[in-house]
């Protein structure tokens, strides 16, 4: 139980995002970004499209639209955190009597999160010149001044 615990603070506290991208033409690729329970689905889609413009790069391209995408966030509660409880207490003795008190604290019951948050884009991609190329995102624009360390990272975070 207790590794449990530990991979999903693990998930938790990264906020890792897996990232995949997969020809489907010559200058069309679809691409994936599956992010963990901490992320939203926001996150995941800039994420997607931060692949969608470094990939777009890599592939020797200059610019990207996409044409089509897909959502899916199956994000559940797995279960919960034991529940733990401490008691302090104090007593007094007064004459013949005993008076005292006591305090309960309770912690734990905390949601366990599963699953991931999805999205999935279809880009295409055109060099300078290409018809269309003049309604595309340039690619480097959208990835700022730092687009080529961008595009040498593998996974990128939400």
């Known amino acids: 139980m207790k590794n449990v615990f530990l991979f999903a603070a693990i998930g938790l506290l990264t ?10 033409a010559a200058n069309v690729y679809q691409v994936t970004a599956s992010a963990a329970p901490a992320c939203n689905q926001a996150s995941a889609r ?7 413009a470094a990939e777009t790069i890599r ?6 639209i996409i044409t089509g995408g897909q959502a899916n966030n199956d994000v559940r509660v797995l279960g919960t955190t034991p529940v733990t409880s401490n ?3 104090s ?4 004459g013949n ?7 309960t604290t309770y912690s734990g019951g905390y949601p366990i999160f599963a699953g991931s948050i999805d999205q999935s884009l279809i880009v295409r991609m055109f060099r300078e010149g290409d ?3 003049e ?3 340039s690619a480097k624009q959208f990835l700022g001044p730092e687009w080529q360390k961008i595009i040498q990272q593998e996974n990128f975070l939400c």
């Open 131 to 133: 018809a269309g190329a």
């Open 135 to 137: 309604q595309a995102v």
């Open 59 to 64: 592939q020797g391209y200059d610019s990207f």
């Open 15 to 24: 906020g890792c995002v897996q990232t995949s991208s997969m020809p489907l």
């Open 46 to 52: 800039q994420v997607a499209i931060k692949l969608a």
């Open 87 to 89: 008691t302090f207490g």
């Open 97 to 103: 009597s005993v008076y005292g008190s006591s305090t």
């Open 91 to 94: 007593a007094y003795l007064s």
